[in-house]
């Protein structure tokens, strides 16, 4: 479960999000759509500890980020659009180097990685030096490492850039299983079609204000719109006259 509470995160003068409150519950795919600027990687970084919110708060699995972050990050992974990874390792070095960390078994670690190396087709870079493969190759091993503690939820931004259409697929397929299996998915995305084909619900933030959530078909109603999440997102992104002064709250 992810739940924000009035979150507001300020840049000096530059409120980069603005009071938004959302729960996502267990095993929810839930996707965040919204313009350049709009808030989306902030409320991201902010769920994953990376930045403190100005107030408000993020819980994640029940234990607030900021006041419990080893309990919330134990039960967390995490993938940017631009992964960090330690360039000298190699894919299998990584696997077991993220393991460690997060006290698994060697035999453990064995088991979850093999399966990861398989579905995200792995096998040939295992022996190769990080720094020396594609970045979508590096985006497959940033996805499976995340991946093999079982984390509770799972925050992704931007998560198909650099795969090619096979990668794309097997990403959604494990996505989406994870989810059915009980795993919370948070993504952002410029993606529509993504997030219309793989999301149980939808939010789109702008301004930095959460002005919508919903499955595809109630947000093409709050829109107006009867045709694709395209037609809908465009409408309400373009035209707030209809939130003006109100703060979303969804649960």
Not at 47 to 66: M, N, W, Y
Not at 181 to 194: A, D, E, K, P, Y
Request: proline share 4%; aromatic share 8%; net charge neutral.
């Amino acid at each position: 479960m992810v739940e924000l509470i009035h979150l507001l995160k300020r840049f000096g003068d530059l409120v980069a999000v603005d009071d938004i409150t959302l729960t996502v519950p267990r095993g929810e795919f839930f996707a965040v759509l919204g313009p350049n600027a709009a808030g989306k990687t902030t409320t991201i970084r902010i769920i994953a500890g990376l930045i403190k919110p100005s107030s408000g708060s993020a819980r994640v699995a029940g234990f607030d980020v900021q006041t419990q972050p080893i309990e919330a990050r134990r039960r967390l992974a995490y993938v940017p659009d631009f992964p960090f990874l330690y360039d000298k390792l190699t894919p299998w070095e990584f696997f077991r180097f993220t393991g460690q960390l997060f006290q698994m078994t060697e035999a453990r670690i064995q088991s979850a990685a093999n399966e990861l190396i398989a579905r995200f087709n792995l096998e040939p870079y295992l022996g190769k030096q990080i720094e020396g493969l594609s970045h979508g190759t590096r985006q497959r091993v940033a996805i499976a490492s995340a991946l093999l503690h079982a984390p509770e939820v799972f925050v992704l931004d931007e998560p198909m850039v650099g795969l090619d259409p096979h990668h794309a697929r097997a990403l959604k397929d494990v996505l989406k299983e994870k989810s059915r299996q009980g795993m919370t998915i948070f993504i952002s995305t410029h993606q529509l079609s993504v997030a219309e084909e793989m999301a149980d619900r939808i939010g789109i933030i702008h301004q930095g204000r959460l002005i919508a959530v919903g499955t595809s078909e109630e947000l093409r109603r709050q829109s107006g719109q009867d045709g694709a999440l395209e037609q809908s997102f465009l409408a309400l992104t373009a035209d707030e006259a209809g939130f003006s002064g109100e703060k979303t709250v969804m649960r």
